[in-house]
């Protein structure tokens, strides 16, 4: 493990990736019958969203594992794709109201915040260089004739 090459954007990830795990679990709307979560109303956005987690974690795992930066670059890439799908997707379920739901709970606005958190740390690791894991070359300067 490597926490030296944790940087801002894995960072802003892994919070995105645990809201949107705890928007998972809290209740998403409130119907006549009673609150509903996620698993209430499994749906494509939903499997969208857990797409972003998953993409998420496979970020931050391979920011902290790897030596080199090929495969954290690459689930970076791909995480601000799959961030970007899972933002709408978040959208999608804060505008709908399934099942005749009267409200909004707080799992919608933390699934949001979560991909949009996502979204936003995988374009920060793009955007920033990694830093290395040695000390540059300092070789010692030429004698002048």
């Given amino acids: 493990m490597n926490l030296k090459q944790f940087r801002l954007g894995e960072a802003l990830v892994t919070v995105g990736a645990a809201l ?3 928007s998972l679990v809290k209740p998403w709307y409130e119907t006549p019958i ?3 979560d996620a698993w209430d109303t499994f749906g494509p956005a939903v499997v969208l969203l857990l797409a ?3 993409a998420a974690l496979a970020m931050v795992v391979s920011a902290v594992t790897e030596r080199s930066t090929a495969l954290p670059v690459s689930t970076a ?3 601000v794709l799959v961030g970007l799908i899972g933002v ?3 959208v999608v379920r804060v505008v ?3 099942e005749h739901a009267s409200s909004l709970c707080a799992g919608p606005w933390l699934a949001l915040a979560g991909a949009i958190a996502v979204l ?3 374009w920060l690791t793009l955007r920033d260089e990694r830093p290395s894991l ?5 070789p010692e300067p030429r004698p002048r004739p």
């Fill in 20 to 22: 949107l795990i705890v």
């Fill in 34 to 36: 009673g609150m509903l």
């Fill in 52 to 54: 972003t987690l998953c």
């Fill in 77 to 79: 890439v791909w995480c």
């Fill in 88 to 90: 709408i997707a978040a």
């Fill in 96 to 98: 709908e109201r399934p």
């Fill in 120 to 122: 936003a740390g995988a």
């Fill in 134 to 138: 040695y000390e540059p070359a300092a």
